[in-house]
């Protein structure tokens, strides 16, 4: 695990086993919120431990707020055992549907999570919600695109937003929607916001945000014009590979080398979209004799 210190309160953690996901803890007078876990238990445990270390409330670690519902940022909140964990309404729900399925799937594929139980959240929103902590004032807002559920933190003051998966080094859409995606990307640039944490990669600085996002729409626009090509032409799925990520503008040594598969993945949620058979109402209309 790799730490950062953001402002003198405000810490980010970054897994050195998976794709650098990205973890926040915000520390205040009146305890310590979490933003997201990390992938695997002794990573969150090593967080922990050094929150212990930094708190300034005899309660400690108060709240844990899940971005969405992937498991590499949800699988910790087990360990956060005095915390309450936030999430919106649509996170919880994806959770309790299939949370349990999905993590028994992964431990048989992945030892590390032999451990992990899952842990709901156990306060939710619906849209929005703004509390305050000692000194800090946090907005939770929406921001769709990478899932349906997701959402930042926007921290009043710092002007830090916590950006979960919506911001990324490479966007990832096989869950969400390229469209949602890019108008949340859109809205971000409207906020202000002097430093954008990521939910994979490093921070990025007011002077980065921009450019950083811009790329990241010509990413999505980039990808959605060369898979529309291959369906225009009745090119076989095989094709698609044809579309490499680098020829969109992608650098592929970002996020430990996992790009490459948020690639592919990306390539083929599109080409799922824009193949879709349309539905049809299958209820006849009887004719009256």
Same mark, same amino acid.
Request: aromatic share 6%.
């Given at each position: ?7 003198? =309160? ?9 794709? &650098? ?13 979490? $933003? =997201?876990?990390?992938? @695997? ?8 431990? @050094?929150?212990?270390? #930094?708190?300034?409330? +005899? ?19 087990? /360990? ?9 309404? +649509?996170? %919880? ?14 431990? &048989? ?21 703004? @509390?305050?902590?000692? =000194? %800090? !004032?946090? +907005? ?12 930042? $933190?926007? !921290? ?13 080094? /490479? ?15 859109? &809205? ?7 430093? $954008? ?10 002077? #980065?945000?921009? #450019?950083? $996002? ?10 959605? #014009? ?10 076989? +799925?095989?094709? /698609? ?26 390539? &083929? ?21």
């Amino acid at each position: 695990m790799r730490k950062e210190r953001v402002t003198e =309160d405000i810490y980010i953690f970054q897994s050195e086993m998976y794709a &650098q996901v990205t973890a926040g803890a915000i520390i205040t007078d009146e305890g310590t919120v979490v $933003i =997201d876990t990390l992938p @695997f238990p002794r990573e969150t445990r090593e967080m922990i431990e @050094f929150l212990r270390g #930094e708190s300034r409330d +005899k309660r400690g670690i108060r709240y844990v707020i899940n971005t969405h519902y992937h498991a590499d940022h949800v699988y910790g909140n087990y /360990l956060f055992t005095e915390a309450d964990i936030i999430s919106s309404e +649509k996170c %919880r729900e994806i959770l309790r549907k299939s949370g349990e399925k999905n993590l028994n799937e992964a431990k &048989q594929s992945t030892p590390e999570l032999a451990d992990v139980v899952l842990r709901l959240p156990n306060l939710t929103f619906p849209d929005k919600m703004t @509390f305050q902590l000692g =000194d %800090r !004032i946090l +907005k939770l807002v929406p921001l769709p695109g990478h899932t349906m559920d997701g959402i930042g $933190i926007y !921290i009043e003051g710092e002007k830090i937003l916590f950006a979960g998966d919506a911001v990324m080094a /490479l966007p990832h859409i096989y869950w969400g929607d390229r469209e949602v995606l890019i108008n949340t990307l859109n &809205q971000i640039k409207e906020m202000n916001v002097e430093n $954008i944490v990521q939910g994979h990669g490093d921070v990025l600085l007011k002077g #980065e945000i921009d #450019e950083s $996002i811009d790329a990241q729409i010509a990413y999505l626009n980039c990808i959605y #014009e060369r898979v529309k090509a291959k369906v225009a032409t009745r090119t076989s +799925k095989e094709k /698609l590979a044809d579309i490499t990520l680098e020829s969109c503008g992608g650098t592929p040594i970002l996020l430990d080398g996992v790009v490459r598969k948020l690639h592919k993945d990306n390539v &083929q949620r599109i080409y799922q979209t824009l193949t879709a058979k349309p539905r049809t109402d299958e209820k006849k209309v009887k004719s009256k004799a």
